[in-house]
């Protein structure tokens, strides 16, 4: 059976180790077996959203180690599946809005159970309080990383956002003023490439200046929370993933926001010299480089 090669869908430059070493080539390996049986991208996500239940049902006994441990390995499914599920859409041409949605809920389904066990077990009302806290960020977290990316891959193929379409319900209204705040100011980036006579050679551009601020955001991925879960079950103290969600996540996402609109302002400020429509000799130079 050969093992299709990497379908370009991500850029290596910013994908997080596990994925690049364990998780999508083991995708990839079962991804024809998958397709010659006709096991459909929406089947393989709630295959992804049981093997996660499984593996919060075995966090449930985290103090023994091999409990543990069989935690982790029902979690490496998990983010097989996760992954899987994309690439048989994509290979069979079935993408779809609801596939999308479902394999979100699936995603948020098991890291809900995995805080929901954890919680419980610990039983005390700090446990929970730190349980919810770390739930609550870890949902604008995902939100604003999987949003980095989805415009990481979209510029670094020369290709601008489309202006959002407003809305006259107020209480769509505000959900897009919060849910939006980084999009408006990044879209400022998105409407000098629609201006750009080569959008194609600037979002090469953009995408060597940008991929060092989406390889910090990295530990933001859900690979990086399955690791940290294992390692603070296996020292005893699931404290430490609540803290770990809490602290230093939330430092790296703030940081590589920043720095990432960063990179954007420096890139407009160098488009609005002399010549606006060219890049700088030195910028073509470190493209062609590439």
């Given at each position: 059976m050969t093992i299709p090669p990497p379908d370009g869908s991500r850029d290596r430059r910013i994908e997080d180790p596990t994925n690049l070493w364990i998780i999508h080539p083991a995708g990839r390996l079962l991804l024809p077996w998958a397709i010659a049986r006709g096991i459909s991208a929406n089947s393989v996500s709630v295959v992804g959203l049981i093997l996660g239940a499984l593996?919060?049902?075995a966090y449930a006994n985290w103090s023994s180690w091999p409990f543990a441990f069989l935690g982790l390995l029902l979690?490496?499914?998990?983010?097989i599946a996760d992954g899987l599920d994309g690439m048989i859409a994509r290979a069979?041409?079935?993408?779809s809005p609801l596939g999308r949605a479902l394999d979100g809920m699936c995603d948020h389904g098991v890291?809900?159970?995995?805080?929901?066990v954890l919680a419980l077990s610990i039983g005390t009302l700090s446990g929970w309080i730190l349980a919810t806290a770390a739930g609550v960020l870890h949902a604008v977290q995902s939100s604003l990383y999987e949003g980095e990316r989805t415009r990481f891959h979209r510029?670094?193929?020369?290709?601008?956002a489309e202006p959002p379409v407003p809305s006259r319900n107020p209480l769509v209204k505000l959900y897009d003023f919060v849910a939006g705040s980084v999009d408006r100011v990044a879209y400022r980036f998105d409407e000098a490439m629609t201006?750009?006579?080569?959008?194609?050679a600037l979002g090469t551009l953009y995408g060597m200046r940008a991929s060092?601020?989406?390889r910090l955001m990295r530990p933001l991925s859900a690979n990086a929370r399955v690791f940290a879960i294992f390692i603070a079950c296996l020292a005893g103290n699931p404290y430490l993933f609540f803290w770990f969600e809490l602290i230093p996540l939330t430092a790296i996402l703030v940081l590589g926001l920043t720095w990432h609109r960063a990179v954007e302002s420096r890139l407009l400020r160098s488009m609005a010299g002399p010549a606006p429509e060219q890049h700088s000799q030195s910028d073509r130079s470190s493209i062609q480089r590439t």
């Open positions: 593996a919060a049902a979690s490496v499914g998990w983010l069979t041409k079935t993408a890291f809900f159970l995995l805080y929901l510029r670094c193929k020369g290709v601008a201006r750009d006579s080569d959008s194609a060092a601020p989406m």
